[in-house]
C-alpha cells in the first residue's frame, strides 16, 4: 500500500514515497453521547479492519480537536492538523456530521551505510490544505450527488439506512482517490467550457429544446463535447459536481471501446442501427438485448425547496455527450428508451459533425502554430470556467501533468496568497530550476503562469506573460 | 370553422346601367371603363370606371351599331366600331374639332375583327387578314398607317399592361403568335404552339378565345391555357396550363394546375395568385405558382387552399329612391350572366356591377395546416403583415401551439424574406455611395413589402406580449425566443438589443441566472453597451453580473469611459487607474487619460469616502509621484521571489525595489505632471 510511485532520485538509493490515504471516517457525536457508546458514533471507518478500540480513539481525537478550537472561534472550528508523519483533515459535511480524513506525509527514504535501518525523512511542508480540504469537500459533494444527504438517508431509514449507503459508496469510491496526483485543479473544481461559435451554440440550444418538448418527461439536459461542458440544464453547483463525474468516471470509462476502432471485438454491438451513432453510457448498453434493464443511475440536485432525485441518462454520438435528467418518480421503460434513442441518436451525430467540423475549421483560422505554447491555468470563480495547458487529459486513474510537482506546489501556495485577500494581485516567482511561476489574480479571476526561460528577467517575464492575455484573454475583463 | 371565404367581391363595385335592348354594355380591358351606349350613343353614352369617381358622359350620332367603343389612353380620343370595315375617330381633346373623321382598314376584303389602342394616339386594327397600326392625328382629323403586317386571324386577345397583343393562326387555331407594341413600333416575338387534347380529324378551329387569357404573375406575362377535360385522351380532368411567354427567347410551357374536376371555368389573377372558378359547384379555387410542391412533378400544382365560394354578396339597394327598410338582396355569385376580365374584374352586365376580386387573408389560416405552407403562401401576398403576426401569435399561444420545429420553421421562412431585403438595401446603399451617376438607373430602391417583418414588428405583435402570457411554461417561452435569435443569426441579420432584454427579462423572471450566464458566455447575447448596462443592473441579484458587465464593455472597446466610471462606483481607484494604464494611451488620448485620472480624484476627495479608499487615494499618490517606490502595501503588488525547490517557502521581497514594475511609472509620470497641482492642494 505504501510504495504507490517510488521516484529514484539522483543523488542516492534515496526512495521517493507520495502522499497518500491513511484512513477516512465519518462519525456524528451525536450518535453516542454517553460513555462506553462511542462505536454508535462511527458511521463509516476506512480502512475497515482497523481494530474498534483504535478507531474509537481516533474518531475521539479528532473530536476533541475540533471542539477544543472552538473555543477560540465557534464560528471557524480546526480545518485541519499537521503532524509530522500525517495530517489530518476535517470537515462538517451536514449538522454534527463529520468526515476526516488522514493522509501520509510524502517522505524520503534514505539508506544507510553499514546496513543500518534507512532514516526517513517526513516533507510534511509538501502537503497543502488547501488542496486535500476540497478533495476531501469533493469525497462529500460525490456521496451527495448519488445518495442525498446524510440527513436524508437518516430520515428515511436511521442508521440502518446511513452505513450501509456509506459503505457502499465510500468502499469504491476511495479506491479511485489519487492523493499523489491532487493539484490545484481540485481546489478550483472548475468546468471545462468547450470554445464554440455563436451558430453551432444555437443549433445547440435548439437541439436541447426540441428534445425536452417532445420528450416531457426530460427535466434538465446537459451537452458535452469533447468531455468539455457547452451546456447545461442543472444549476452550477450541481453541474460542477456532475462534471466531475462524468469527466473523471464515466466518460473515461467508456472511451476505450470507442478508440479501439470499428472492427475490434472490444466495441460493443452497433445495434443494427447504421444510421447514427448514438448509445447509452448509462443504462442499458444494447436495447435490441431482450434482457437489457432499463435502470439508470440516480443523482441528487437542489432544488428551491431542498433536493429531487433524478434518473441521470448519458447518450452519446461520437465525440458529444448528452445527459438527460427525468424524475426518478417516473419509471422508464423500454419504450421510453427506444423513443429517445431513436429521436436523439440521427439528430446528435449530425450535430456531433457539425461541432466537429466547426471546431477543426476554427482551429485552422487561428493557427495552432500561432499561438505560442504557454503551460498555464486559468480559473473564474464565477462560472467555474477553467482553462489548463498543464494537464494532460484526464483518464479514470490518473491525472498526468506535464510539469514537475514542484511547480505545482508553487501555484498552490500562490492560490492560498490570493485567498486570503479579496483585491487583485500579482505574483512572480523565480523557481531554482530556470522557470518563472507567475499568479495573477484579477476581480475573480486567478491565471497562473509557467514560463521556462534562462536568463529571462522580471520585465521580461512581465511582457511575456502579457503577450500571453493580449492572446488568450482578450476578451474578458482582465487587468494587467 | 368561423370564416371560410378567402375570396370576396369589393365593397364599392362600378355601377352601370344594366344591358337592355336599348343599352349595350361595353369593357375596355385597357382603360378598365365600362361603356353604356343608349340607342347607338343618340341618348347617351355613360363611361364609368375604375373606381366609379371619374364618369364621363357625352352623346353622339347614332350611325349604326356600335359593335367596339374605346377611349385612347388619357380620354383623349374615342374610336367607335360600327361596321366590318372601319373605326371612327371623336376628339376628346378640348379645343380640337369634335367632328368624327373615320378610317378603314387597308386590306382588301379584310373584316376588322376588332382594335386596341396602345398609345394615347396610336392605335392598332386587327383584321382576320393581319394587323394594322395606325397613328391618328386629332388636330388634322387625319390617321396615317405606320406598320402593317398579314397573316390569317382567327381571334385576339390584348394585354394592355404589356401591350402584347395575341393572334390566333392556323385552321385549328393553337398557333399563336404574339406582338408587342413599343414606343410607336411593332415588333414579331416567337411564335408557340398550345397542345391541344385531342386534334380534330378534319382540321377545324378548336382553340377558343375563351380557353385563352394573358395576364402578368409575379411579374412575368403568361399565356393561361384552359384544357379541357376530354374523354378520348387520358386526362380525367381539366387543367390550366400556362405558357411563360417572356420578352425575349421561346415561350415554354412552364406550369400546370390541376383542377380535379371538369366542368365550365373561369381565370381570374388576383394578388399573383391565379384563381380558378367552377361554375357547377360555385366554388374557387386558388393557386400560387411560386409553391413548391415536392410531392408533386416538377412545376405541377394542385389548389393551395380546399375550394370555397365567393363570399356572400349583398347588393345595396342604392337607388334614386333610398327605402332604408328594404335590407339588401343577396347577389347570385357564378351566375352565368358573369364576364371575367383580367387580371381580376367581374362584370355583371344584366345587373350593371363591375367588382375587383379580392383576396382575403385571415380565412387562410384556418385552412392550411401546415404552417410552412401557410407562410409561403402569406409570405407572397400584398396585405400579408398583420396575418403573419397573427399566425406568429397563433402558434405560439393558445390551443393550437405549435412544436417547437414548426415555431423555427416559420421564424427561419420570415427571416429568409427579411434578410433578402436587407441585402439588397445593402446593395442599393452600396451602389449609391460608390456612384450614383453610372448605374442608377439600373439601382432602384429596394420595395419594403408587408412581407418584411423584422424584429421591431415580432417584438411589438408577438414576442413582448408572448412573454408576458400568464400560464406558458417558461421553457418555452426561453426556447421561443432563443429559437428566434438562431433564426435571425442563421440569417446573418443583426439581432437588436431589445431581443436581448426580452430574454434576460424572461430568465431574471424565472431565477434562471445560470442560463443567462452561459448564453452570455456564449456570446448568444451579443454586446451592446445598453445590455451590459441592463446586466450591471442585476448585480444585486446575481453578483457575476458585474464582471460579465465588464467583459462586455472591455469587448466593446468604445466604453473605456464607461469601465473606469463601474470601478471607481465599486471604489476601485486603483484597478481604475490600472485600467487606463493599460488601454493605448497615445498622444491623443493622453488627455482623457488625464481627465480620467482626475476623475479618480475628485471621486474621492468629494465623497469623502470610507477609511480605506482615502488611503488607497495616498497610494495613488505615492505611487504616482515621480521616484517613489513600490511597497508590499500597495497593491498591485508585484513580488518577485525565488524559492529553493524544496523546504519551506522562504519568500522574500527582494528585487521589488531595484525593479520598477512594467512602464507604469513612465506613463503615469507622464500625464500627471499637467494635473499634479489638482493633487497636491489635497491635504
Redesign the interface.
Known amino acids: 500500500m505504501l510504495i504507490v510511485s517510488p521516484r529514484m532520485a539522483a543523488v542516492t538509493q534515496e526512495k521517493q514515497y507520495t502522499p497518500s490515504l491513511l484512513s477516512f471516517f465519518v462519525y456524528n457525536p451525536s450518535f453516542g453521547p454517553r460513555e462506553g457508546e462511542e462505536e454508535k458514533k462511527i458511521l463509516f471507518y476506512h480502512p475497515s479492519e482497523v481494530e474498534k478500540n483504535e478507531k474509537i480513539r481516533n474518531v475521539g481525537l479528532c473530536e476533541a480537536i475540533v471542539q477544543f478550537t472552538r473555543t477560540f472561534c465557534p464560528t471557524k472550528p480546526a480545518k485541519s492538523l499537521h503532524t509530522q508523519k500525517n495530517r489530518q483533515f476535517f470537515f462538517e459535511a451536514e449538522d454534527s456530521y463529520w468526515i476526516v480524513m488522514i493522509v501520509k506525509n510524502p517522505m524520503v527514504e534514505k539508506p544507510n551505510k553499514d546496513g543500518k535501518p534507512p532514516t526517513i525523512e517526513y516533507?510534511e511542508?509538501e502537503v497543502l490544505d488547501t488542496v486535500y480540504g476540497a478533495v476531501l469537500r469533493q469525497c462529500y459533494s460525490m456521496y451527495k450527488l448519488f445518495n442525498g444527504t446524510f440527513g436524508r438517508a437518516m430520515e428515511a431509514g436511521g442508521v440502518e439506512l446511513l452505513i450501509p449507503k456509506l459503505e457502499k459508496f465510500f468502499y469504491r469510491y476511495l479506491q479511485t482517490l489519487h492523493l499523489q496526483s491532487c493539484d490545484l485543479l481540485d481546489v478550483f473544481g472548475g468546468i471545462s467550457?468547450f470554445p464554440?461559435d455563436?451558430?453551432t451554440?444555437?443549433?445547440i440550444?435548439?437541439f436541447v429544446?426540441?428534445v425536452?418538448?417532445?420528450l416531457r418527461l426530460v427535466k434538465y439536459t446537459a451537452f458535452l463535447y469533447n468531455d468539455q461542458l457547452i451546456?447545461?440544464?442543472l444549476?452550477?453547483d450541481d453541474?460542477r459536481i456532475l462534471y466531475k463525474y462524468l469527466t473523471t468516471s464515466l466518460f473515461p470509462r467508456h472511451s476505450e471501446p470507442e478508440l479501439a476502432g470499428r472492427d475490434s471485438a472490444l466495441r460493443p454491438e452497433v445495434s443494427g442501427n447504421l444510421l447514427h451513432y448514438g448509445r447509452f453510457l448509462t443504462g442499458p448498453a444494447n436495447l435490441k438485448d431482450p434482457d437489457a434493464k432499463f435502470r439508470f443511475p440516480r443523482i441528487f440536485v437542489h432544488t428551491e425547496d431542498g433536493s429531487e432525485e433524478l434518473h441521470l441518462i448519458v447518450y452519446k454520438a461520437m465525440s458529444a455527450a448528452v445527459c438527460f435528467m427525468i424524475s426518478a418518480s417516473v419509471e422508464l421503460t423500454r419504450e421510453f428508451c427506444e423513443r429517445l434513442d431513436a429521436l436523439v441518436g440521427p439528430q446528435l451525430t449530425l450535430l456531433a459533425s457539425d461541432i466537429c467540423e466547426q471546431f477543426t475549421l476554427n482551429r485552422r483560422i487561428s493557427g495552432p502554430d500561432k499561438e505560442p505554447q504557454f503551460k498555464f491555468i486559468y480559473f473564474?470563480h464565477?462560472?467555474l470556467?477553467e482553462k489548463s495547458t498543464i494537464h494532460m487529459r484526464k483518464t479514470a486513474s490518473v491525472s498526468l501533468t506535464s510539469v514537475h510537482p514542484?511547480l505545482m506546489k508553487?501555484l498552490g501556495?500562490i492560490n492560498c496568497d490570493f485567498a486570503r485577500v479579496d483585491?487583485?494581485?500579482?505574483?512572480?516567482?523565480?523557481?531554482?530550476?530556470d522557470y518563472w511561476v507567475v499568479g495573477k489574480k484579477s476581480?475573480?479571476?486567478e491565471l497562473y503562469v509557467i514560463l521556462n526561460q534562462k536568463n529571462a528577467?522580471?520585465?521580461e517575464v512581465?511582457?511575456e506573460v502579457k503577450r500571453l492575455c493580449a492572446t488568450q484573454f482578450n476578451?474578458?475583463?482582465f487587468?494587467? | 370553422m368561423s370564416e371560410e371565404h378567402y375570396l370576396e367581391l369589393c365593397e364599392s363595385p362600378v355601377q352601370f346601367e344594366h344591358a337592355s335592348s336599348v343599352n349595350n354594355v361595353f369593357f375596355d380591358e385597357a382603360n378598365k371603363q365600362v361603356f353604356a351606349v343608349r340607342s347607338g350613343g343618340a341618348t347617351g353614352v355613360v363611361v364609368k370606371g375604375p373606381d366609379d369617381k371619374n364618369s364621363i358622359a357625352f352623346r353622339m350620332d347614332d350611325k349604326g351599331e356600335v359593335k367596339c367603343i374605346k377611349f385612347s389612353i388619357g380620354n383623349k380620343i374615342l374610336a367607335v366600331q360600327r361596321t366590318s370595315k372601319s373605326v371612327d375617330f371623336i376628339n376628346f381633346i378640348p379645343d380640337y374639332p369634335h367632328t368624327e373623321f373615320s378610317q378603314e382598314c387597308k386590306m382588301k376584303n379584310a373584316s376588322v375583327l376588332g382594335f386596341c389602342w396602345t398609345n394615347w394616339n396610336e392605335i392598332v386594327f386587327i383584321t382576320d387578314q393581319g394587323i394594322e397600326l395606325y397613328q391618328v392625328f386629332p388636330d388634322k382629323r387625319s390617321v396615317k398607317l405606320i406598320k402593317s403586317q398579314s397573316l390569317s386571324v382567327n381571334w385576339y386577345q390584348y394585354c394592355p399592361e404589356t401591350a402584347v397583343l395575341l393572334l390566333s393562326t392556323s385552321g385549328q387555331g393553337n398557333v399563336l403568335q404574339p406582338f408587342v407594341f413599343r414606343n410607336g413600333t411593332l415588333s414579331k416575338m416567337t411564335k408557340f404552339e398550345i397542345e391541344l387534347p385531342v386534334v380534330p380529324k378534319p382540321a377545324k378551329l378548336s382553340l377558343s378565345e375563351r380557353d385563352i387569357a394573358m395576364a402578368t404573375i409575379y411579374g412575368q406575362l403568361y399565356v393561361m391555357y384552359l384544357k379541357h377535360h376530354s374523354r378520348t385522351a387520358n386526362s380525367p380532368s381539366a387543367e390550366v396550363v400556362l405558357y411563360h411567354l417572356p420578352r425575349e427567347g421561346l415561350c415554354k410551357k412552364s406550369h400546370v394546375l390541376k383542377l380535379n374536376t371538369t366542368g365550365k371555368f373561369a381565370l381570374n389573377i388576383v394578388d399573383n395568385l391565379v384563381v380558378v372558378h367552377h361554375q357547377s359547384t360555385q366554388t374557387s379555387l386558388i393557386y400560387d405558382i411560386h409553391l413548391r410542391e415536392p410531392d408533386c412533378a416538377l412545376n405541377t400544382h394542385q389548389p393551395v387552399l380546399p375550394a370555397r365560394s365567393i363570399h356572400p354578396y349583398r347588393i345595396p339597394l342604392t337607388g334614386p329612391v333610398v327605402v332604408p327598410s328594404q335590407p339588401p338582396v343577396p347577389c347570385q355569385l357564378y351566375s352565368s350572366s358573369w364576364s371575367v376580365f383580367q387580371p381580376d374584374i367581374i362584370i355583371s352586365a344584366s345587373e350593371g356591377y363591375l367588382w375587383y376580386l379580392q383576396v382575403k387573408l385571415p380565412p387562410t389560416v384556418n385552412l392550411q395546416q401546415d404552417k410552412g405552407k401557410l407562410m409561403d403562401f402569406l409570405l407572397r401576398r400584398r396585405d400579408c403583415k398583420m396575418v403573419i403576426l397573427s399566425v406568429c401569435s397563433q402558434i405560439l399561444e393558445g390551443g393550437e401551439r405549435g412544436s417547437l420545429p414548426v415555431v423555427a420553421t416559420v421564424f427561419d421562412k420570415l427571416n429568409q424574406v427579411y434578410k433578402e431585403y436587407l441585402e439588397a438595401e445593402q446593395m442599393y446603399t452600396l451602389a449609391m455611395e460608390s456612384g450614383p451617376s453610372r448605374n442608377s438607373a439600373a439601382q432602384k430602391r429596394p420595395v419594403r413589402t408587408q412581407a418584411v417583418i423584422d424584429q421591431s414588428d415580432m417584438y411589438t405583435h408577438v414576442l413582448s406580449s408572448f412573454t408576458e402570457r400568464k400560464g406558458v411554461c417558461h421553457k418555452f417561452i426561453i426556447a421561443v425566443l432563443m429559437e428566434y435569435i438562431r433564426s435571425l443569426n442563421q440569417s446573418q441579420i443583426t439581432v437588436q438589443h431589445y431581443l436581448y432584454e426580452l430574454v434576460i427579462k424572461t430568465l431574471v423572471q424565472h431565477n434562471r441566472f445560470y442560463m443567462l450566464h452561459q448564453f452570455l458566455q456564449y456570446h448568444v447575447l451579443s454586446d451592446s453597451k445598453p445590455l451590459a448596462c441592463l446586466l450591471l443592473s442585476l448585480e444585486s441579484t446575481y453578483p457575476p453580473a458585474h464582471q460579465l458587465s465588464l467583459d462586455m464593455l472591455k469587448r466593446l472597446s468604445t466604453a473605456n469611459d464607461e469601465i473606469v466610471e463601474v470601478l471607481l462606483s465599486k471604489q476601485q481607484v486603483l484597478g481604475a487607474l490600472r485600467f487606463i494604464r493599460s488601454v493605448d494611451i497615445d498622444v491623443l488620448r493622453q488627455g482623457w487619460a488625464t481627465f480620467m485620472i482626475k476623475r479618480a480624484t475628485f471621486f474621492i476627495i468629494t465623497i469623502g469616502g470610507p477609511h480605506d479608499c482615502t488611503l488607497q487615494l495616498n497610494v495613488v499618490m505615492t505611487t504616482c509621484r515621480p521616484g517613489s517606490s513600490w511597497t508590499r502595501r500597495s497593491r498591485p503588488v508585484t513580488r518577485c521571489c525565488s524559492t529553493p525547490s524544496s523546504g519551506p517557502s522562504s519568500r522574500g521581497t527582494s528585487g521589488s525595489e531595484e525593479t520598477p514594475p512594467s512602464t507604469l511609472e513612465n506613463t503615469v509620470r507622464n500625464t500627471w505632471s499637467t494635473s499634479s497641482s489638482c493633487l497636491e492642494s489635497n491635504p
Open positions: 516533507q511542508e467550457f464554440l455563436k451558430m451554440y444555437l443549433k440550444q435548439s429544446n426540441r425536452e418538448e417532445n451546456w447545461s440544464g444549476e452550477q453541474m473564474n464565477m462560472n470556467a514542484d508553487i501556495d483585491e487583485d494581485e500579482e505574483v512572480i516567482v523565480k523557481a531554482m530550476t476581480d475573480q479571476r528577467n522580471l520585465i512581465n511582457e476578451n474578458i475583463f487587468l494587467d
